[in-house]
C-alpha cells in the first residue's frame, strides 16, 4: 500500500470510528518508514477536520466525538513511540486547564469542548466540576498552560470565574494566561466586565477563538 | 409502587460504575440498539408528527432502555436499576391530575391527549433574572395580573442588598426567602394571593436554601410546586434525592424536571425523543413528581426552538400522554429576545406543537443572551392566546402553521435578534405599557398568526 492510500485510510478510520482499522493502518504506515508526524497531520488529524463539520453540521454528536477520539488515541499509541524514537514531538496547539467553577457540577459542555480541544491539537488537562480556583492556578502553573477554560451554567456561579482572574491578577499572573469562559450563563459583556480574555457561547467557537489568540501571542 | 425508600436504598446497593463506563459502555450503546430496534428515525418533513404508532413505539422504546439502564448516582458511582415491571407499575401509579393554588385560583392541571381541545394549562413566569426588586415586584405583578394564567413561575433575584447572592452562601438562604416572600406580595397585589407557584424558588441552587425558603413563614404552600431535577443525562445526585425526601415528607407538589441534551450523549433527534420520555418515567419512580417540567435543549443553540427539538418535544408529548397519564408542562428557550418576531414565531411553533400533542404550556424563556428582566408580560399573554388557539386544533391541521413559522425563525438562531427588557417596555411604577411600539407589534402579530391558519383570540 502506497503513502497516498495509507493516509487516506488513516482519515477513514477516523471518520468511521474504527479503532481496529486505524491500528492496524498506523502500523503499516510505521512498517512502510512513512513519517509518523505525517500520517498523524495528514491522515488521522484530516480524518478530525471532518468529524469536526459533522459536529458543527449536528450531523454527529458527542458519543460520536468520543469514538473519533479514541479512535485517534488508538492509532497514536503505535506512532507515538515512533514521533519519539525519531527525536521529534507532535506540535502541540497549545495546554489549557480547564473545568467547571466552585458551586456549578454542571459537566456535559464543558465535556465537549474538552474533546473539540484536544482532537484540534491541544494538550487539555480537565479539572471536572465544582473546581476551587486555586486548583486552576496551580495546575495551570504546573502545566505551563497557555489558557485557563472556566465553564459555568448557573447564574449564581458566574462569580467563580471572576474570582479566578482576580486570584490571578493578585498573584501578577495574569498576562501569563488566556483566559476563555464559557456556560449558560455567560454573556459577552459578563466576559468584558470581569476581564476575560475571550467568551465562548459554544465548543467549536472556543476552539477557533482560542487558536486564533494564542496564534496572535506567538 | 416502588417504595421511595426502596429507590434510594439501591443508590447505596446498585452496581458500582465509573460517570465514563456508564455513559459509553451502557448509556450510548443501548440507546442505539432501542433506536435500531425499534426504527426510530427523524423525520425533518414534519416536525409535528402525528402517526400514534410512532408515538406508542417510542413508549415502548423508552421502557425498555430505561429498564437496561437505568439512572446514575454520581455520589455513591453506582447505577440505580429498575426492571421493566417496577416501571410499568410506576406508569399505572402516576398522577393524572395535580391540584394546585387555593381559593379561587385553586385548579387542576390534567394529563391531555393528543388532539384533545380542551384548553391546556397555562404555566407563566420564567426563572430568568431580574436587577433590582422594584423590577422584580412590577414584573410579577404583571404576569399574576393576567387572568388566564394558572401558575407562575418566577424570576430569581441573585442580588440581596446590592450584593451577589454567591451559590450555596448565606446570601443565597437569604435572597432566596427574599423572592418567595416578595413574589406572594406580588400575587396579593395583584388580587390573587392563592395563585400557585410552580417555581417559587428559582433563586436557590441547592436543597439548603430551598428548604429555608420553603418555610410556611414566607408564604408558600404544599399546594404550590417544587422542581427536583435530573442533571443531564439521567443522574440523580444526592442533593435532588434530599429534595424528594423533605417534599414527599410535607405532601408537597413535585415537579420533575428535566433537560435533555440534544447533541450530548443522547445524539440527534431519536435519542433525545427516548430520553425525553425516560425523564418523565424517572420523574414518576425516583423524583415522586405530581407534574412534569420537560426541556429538551440544543447543547450548542442553547435553544428548543429548532425543527429537530420540536419533533422531540412533540412525539414525546404524544407517547406520553398516549401512554403514561402523566400532567407535563413545556418549557421553551427561545432563541429571539423578548419582543421580537423571532420570538413569537418561535413560541407559536413550540406551543403548537406541545398543545396539539396533548402537553401543558409554560411561556418562553428569552434564553440565548440571558438578559436579566426580560420577563416582559404582554408576551406571555401572547404565549397563553397562541396556546388557546392551538389547543382549537389537531395536529394535522397545525403541521402546517409549524412549518411556516420555522421559515419565519430557523435561519436566524445561530443569530438571533435581542430584544426588550421590561422596563424598556413598561413603567415599572405602576406596571402599565409605555412603548406604544411594542404593544403595536403584538398586535402585528396576531394578526400575522391568524394569517398562519392559528384562531388566536385577543384576550379580554
Redesign the interface.
Known sequence: MGEEQILEKLKEAIISFDEKLAEMTARDAVEGNIDPLKAVEDGLVKGLTVIGEKYEN?EI????L?MAANTFQKAMFVLEPKIAEMGKERSKKGVIVIGTV????????KD?VILLMKTAGYEVHDLGEDVDLFTFIDTAKKVEADAIGLSAL????L??QKDVIDALTQQGIREKYVVIIGG????PEWAETIGADLYA????VAVRKLTEMLEKRK | MLSFFEVIDRTVTGPLMSDQDFYLKLYVPELNKVIQKYKIKYNPDTPLPTDDALADVIFEAAVEFFSRVGAYCPDTSRVVQFSREEILQAVSKAPSMSTFGEGPDRKVMRSRKPDEHSEPWYHCGGGIYTTSEAIFMAIVEGLANIRKANSLSIPSSIRIKGKDARVRSPQEVLAAIKTVRMAREACRRAGRPGLPILNGISTATGPISMFAASHPNFGLRSSDGYLVDSLAEMVIDFEALDKVAFYTSIGANIGSTSTPLFGGYNGGAEGNVIATVVYNLLGILVFRGTYHYNAPLHTKLRVSSTRPLLWIIALANQALHRNAPYPTVNLPYLGGGAGTDCYYYEMAAYHTCVVTSGGNMLSGHPSIAVEPDSLVPLDHVLNIEVAEAASKLTRREANPIILKCLEKYEKLLKDPPKGFKYQDCYDVENGTITNSEYAKNADRIRKEFKELGLPIEKSA
Not at chain 1, 454528536?61 to 460520536?64: A, G, Y
Open positions: 449536528d454528536f458527542l458519543p460520536e468520543m466552585k458551586g456549578d457540577i454542571h459537566k456535559i459542555g465537549i448557573l447564574t449564581s456561579t462569580s467563580g449558560g450563563a455567560t454573556t457561547e459554544n465548543a467549536q
